[in-house]
């Protein structure tokens, strides 16, 4: 999304806290409002003061890494491990190639994040919660912070904690619940390789990011950008760092993925098969560690954490 238009003034008379609550009490989403037609963006979606972030500097690439032969071949190994070191000392992001994780399990959990979304609103609607005490496995609404937030962002989110205590199949909804747990256990099995990857990078026992606890826990967001009549008032997320050790960002073919570099926003084009990773705000004040954390900023790409 293209944030280089103009937002439209704030009139004395508008009520921001009534349609948050009109938004919200709808139960419907940023996807109801498009399934509704709309033609111009609510006012509490519009940015304050919408920027520019089109620039991009040539010749800026994200790395990409390719786990290939990292178990078998000790010479690979090593140099793979300097390659996630260069990249979170520098980017604190890379993108990730034969990392393990079948297409065919990346594809399906793509699926079944857009087959929830578009169920029919009724059906969905009884899944809408901001509910955080516990009592519901999966929390899905629309801006998890919608009322404290000074903008409402263009997005739509599922939530989901599978590890340590998964849910039960039940407890799933049906569209994404069978793939939700295959793509569970296979970024699990990725996020330990990856902390044994990091604690040699800097130089520590394999183990080190593993017993302190760092592959205990694992949640799941389904984020959902629908098509913006007007998008250049509005942002799908903000810039932001994630409040985790690690992120396992799986982005769709649309894109809209941008880190901030080197003083600049650089696009991070999806490739077919690949996932993005990204050291989270805990693995950097996690002593004696010394990672880089970058701000990142997502558009209207579906992606999934």
């Not at 390719?66 to 890379?94: H, Y």
């Amino acid at each position: 999304m293209a944030l280089n238009g103009t937002s439209t003034s704030i009139q004395p008379d508008y009520d921001r806290e009534a349609e948050l609550r009109a938004f919200d009490e709808a139960k419907t989403g940023v996807k109801g409002l498009v399934d509704a037609g709309i033609t111009e963006v609510p006012r509490i979606f519009h940015l304050p003061s919408p920027e520019n972030l089109n620039s991009q500097q040539p010749g800026l690439t994200l790395p990409t890494i390719d786990l290939q032969g990292i178990d078998n071949n000790p010479i690979r190994r090593k140099e793979v491990i300097e390659e996630v070191k260069d990249a979170l000392e520098s980017w604190g992001f890379f993108q990730l190639v034969n990392h393990g994780i079948p297409n065919n399990i990346l594809e399906e959990m793509i699926k079944g994040v857009m087959d929830f979304y578009e169920q029919d609103t009724e059906v969905k609607r009884q899944w809408y919660t901001r509910d955080m005490s516990g009592k519901t496995r999966v929390i899905y609404n629309s801006n998890f912070d919608l009322y404290a937030a000074p903008v409402t962002n263009w997005r739509d989110t599922f939530y989901c904690t599978m590890a340590p205590n998964p849910p039960e199949p039940h407890e799933l909804p049906p569209p994404c619940r069978d793939i939700l747990f295959k793509y569970s256990e296979q970024v699990m099995k990725l996020g330990v390789s990856l902390l044994e990857l990091m604690a040699e990078a800097l130089g520590l026992n394999h183990n080190h990011l593993l017993d302190m606890g760092c592959a205990d826990g694992l949640a799941v967001l389904g984020h959902y950008y629908p098509t913006c009549p007007q998008p250049e008032l509005t942002i799908g997320t903000p810039n932001h760092t994630d409040n985790s050790f690690i992120t396992i960002l799986l982005q769709d073919h649309m894109g809209g993925l941008k880190v901030f570099y080197q003083n600049q926003w650089t696009h991070v084009p999806p490739i077919p098969g690949a996932v993005v990773v990204n050291a989270g705000d805990f693995l950097q004040a996690s002593p004696p560690l010394s990672l880089r954390v970058s701000f990142f900023i997502l558009y209207y790409s579906l992606d999934i954490f």
